[in-house]
């Protein structure tokens, strides 16, 4: 395998949890619901998919426990912000705060147990074209389902009946009320699937990215992910693009970091979290713009009148 | 069944009084539930947890040192808060004022002076006020989000600190070890009481800073701007106040704060710098301003009870051998229930059991 090829396949595994993740909460966002715990539904996707491979001795079962786990997780901020009307900013905090403390009190008994890693899985024919073949048609079946996910949230926000409810919903809550869709229901969906979306990202983390349990593993990267679906302007290509980007980076300063630039390992672990911030700099100082992008009822609450 | 919400025709008094307490109280039974699923006796892990910190005055000591940085930030995001202005990297502003304060003490070491604290506080203030300006001005003139930008500048915060403390200001006698030298006496936060414990004056800042925030928010024009340009940016800008230098002021304030918590922490708790200076001081203080009900009275005592959870956490650690950990997920639970029983002052909640709908909904 060359260096290229090995680049290459470093940068999907680092981009993909970004990817999914940003893609479930840009559903969550198009359906009007801010959910600012991606971290920490991530870190409870991470932990429970660890356990359950663990428990279960494959890595399969650990996938389903951890989008089981971003799932009711989230249920958790749908009650509060959705059938209680909590502030949403707020709540979502509350949920990563959470979530980053039980993960590591549910981690405690696997810190340095060797973890089961995702195998890779070969689709034939395909695999056997020269450099693409091995990078894309050699993997893990968490990657295959990012993809998959990208064509599915795309065609399901804007060719299909439901995805047009739920952006309208989004849109304008109020309206969407009067027109007999039920918010509520469709927001706890949404909510419910960005959670699942998170979960299978920490999955990704602690069986394919590094496969172990290690507390606060997640590393902001949930909250990069938020970054990126403002980045994308709630589009799941431009997510989709953004995740890779940043996953280019992130990969880069570690290739910098081996190769010894001069530059102090420490200012180059730095560089995912400035180019969060320059691309947000980047996409948000144009106010009209942004407006236009933003789903209008974004982390507005809603309650039916009666 | 169904829970189905009334808006209150009035904010309800009675309740916003209760309400914190409410969600404590529910938090302790939560607290019980899990510790009897971890195998513990609750009874006794509680008193464990919540009691018997409180039982010593070693121990109230420490209560005061832990309470004092959660108090002094969290006075600053309550005015943020407030003012609808949502810095969440506190942590990042805590750590650098840690840094810029300890400039003096351990790049001229040889100076003796009683100018050397009050310069190393004003310095830490200043840091955490300025790394503060950063989210501030990308908001006020970018339009970006405050609550991305504020809180990856934690972890540049936090490399850059541990950038620090293996290279340049690495104590060249501490055996490698990733420690700078120790701070001179004259460079330490004085205790207030020391033949009993070790709380330092920063829990006396702590409560300074409330008191005087309480009275800006209660009869000043400027809390009255906080409040207003929190609750409607329309209202704020007909009655002529400027959103933009409320953005301003409100994370410089807090961030000037969090420093000074920060230069308090290194210099009267720890006496170094180290790469760890925090156990997530800067991220439970939100927790702190929701618990107060974003009242800096209010924040004093939300402050004690959280600074409880981290003493709980050490004292149940070895007495009753729980990991530390309980600690975080006692503190994200409070925040929790603490919201959802907000609820309650908005609305009247009624649950339906009937399966039948109401009205168009």
Redesign the interface.
């Known amino acids: 395998m060359s260096i290229f090829e090995a680049i290459l396949l470093t940068v999907i595994t680092a981009s993909t949890p970004l990817v999914i993740a940003a893609l479930g909460e840009l559903v969550t966002e198009r359906s009007g619901v801010l959910n600012?715990g991606v971290e920490g539904m991530m870190i409870m996707g991470a932990v429970a998919a660890f356990a359950g491979a663990q428990i279960s001795g494959s890595p399969y079962v650990g996938i389903i426990c951890g989008i089981a786990a971003g799932a009711l997780f989230s249920l958790?901020f749908a009650f509060?912000t959705l059938?209680?009307?909590?502030?949403q900013?707020?709540?979502g905090?509350?949920l990563t705060?959470?979530?980053?403390?039980?993960s590591?009190?549910l981690g405690?008994p696997y810190v340095s147990v060797p973890g089961i890693q995702l195998k890779e899985i070969v689709i034939p024919l395909l695999s056997d074209i020269p450099v693409i073949g091995p990078v894309l048609f050699k993997q893990d079946l968490i990657f295959y389902l990012s993809i998959a996910l990208l064509f599915g949230v795309s065609w399901f926000l804007f060719r299909s009946r439901p995805g047009l409810k739920l952006r309208a919903i989004g849109d304008s809550h109020g309206s969407a009320h009067a027109l007999g869709i039920h918010v509520i229901r469709t927001r706890y969906l949404a909510v419910m699937f960005g959670g699942a979306c998170a979960g299978l990202a920490g999955a990704q983390l602690s069986l394919v990215y590094t496969p172990q349990w290690v507390?606060n593993m997640s590393?902001?990267r949930g909250?990069?992910t938020?970054?990126l679906v403002?980045f994308a302007s709630w589009r799941p290509w431009r997510v989709f693009a953004g995740g890779y980007l940043f996953g280019a980076v992130t990969i880069l300063q570690l290739h910098a970091q081996a190769f010894g630039l001069g530059i102090?390992a420490?200012?180059l672990?730095?560089l995912p979290?400035?180019a969060?911030?320059v691309v947000?700099?980047i996409i948000?100082?144009?106010?009209r713009t942004?407006l236009i992008n933003t789903p209008a009822s974004l982390g507005k609450a809603f309650?039916?009148e009666? | 069944m169904r829970i189905e919400l009334e808006k209150r025709p009035q904010v309800s008094k009675l309740y916003a009084f209760v309400s914190p307490l409410l969600a404590l109280v529910l938090t302790l039974i939560f607290g019980a539930v899990m510790f009897a699923m971890l195998g513990k006796d609750p009874v006794e892990a509680l008193d464990a947890f919540f009691l018997e910190p409180l039982l010593e005055v070693w121990s109230l000591h420490e209560l005061a040192v832990k309470a004092a940085p959660l108090i002094l930030i969290a006075v600053g995001l309550a005015v943020c808060y407030r003012s609808n202005n949502w810095n969440i990297g506190a942590e990042g502003q805590f750590t650098i004022g840690a840094i810029t304060g300890s400039y003096i003490p351990i790049i001229f070491y040889d100076w003796h002076s009683p100018l050397v604290l009050p310069l190393m506080l004003i310095l830490g203030a200043l840091g955490g006020a300025l790394f503060a300006a950063v989210p501030a001005l990308l908001k006020a003139h970018f339009n970006t989000n405050e609550i991305l930008t504020s809180l990856m500048l934690v972890y540049t915060a936090q490399l850059f600190l541990d950038w620090l403390i293996r290279g340049a200001w690495r104590d060249p006698k501490g055996f490698n070890f990733p420690v700078s030298r120790d701070f001179a006496p004259e460079a330490i936060v004085p205790a207030i009481w020391e033949e009993s414990g070790r709380a330092h004056w920063a829990f006396i800042f702590a409560i300074i800073a409330a008191v005087l925030v309480w009275f800006m928010m209660r009869f000043t024009l400027k809390g009255f701007e906080i409040v207003v340009l929190g609750q409607s940016e329309r209202a704020g800008r007909f009655a002529g106040f400027s959103s933009k230098k409320m953005i301003w002021f409100s994370f410089v304030f807090s961030g000037a704060l969090a420093g000074l918590a920060g230069i308090c922490e290194v210099s009267g708790s720890i006496g170094h710098l180290q790469p760890a200076i925090s156990p997530g001081y800067g991220f439970t203080a939100i927790i702190v301003a929701f618990l107060g009900r974003l009242n800096p009275l209010g924040i004093i005592a939300s402050g004690l009870v959280l600074a409880l959870t981290y003493l709980g956490g050490e004292a149940a650690q070895l007495s009753i051998g729980v990991s530390d950990k309980v600690t975080r997920v006692f503190q994200g639970l409070i925040l929790f229930f603490v919201l959802s029983c907000d609820t309650l002052i908005y609305y009247k909640i009624r649950i339906v059991w009937s399966r039948v709908r109401g009205g168009a909904a």
């Open positions: 600012l958790l509060l059938t209680l009307v909590a502030n900013v707020a709540t905090l509350a705060l959470l979530g980053l403390g039980v590591g009190q405690e507390e590393a902001g909250w990069i938020l970054a403002v102090p420490q200012f672990s730095m979290y400035a969060t911030i947000l700099i948000s100082h144009n106010r942004t309650v039916p009666r």
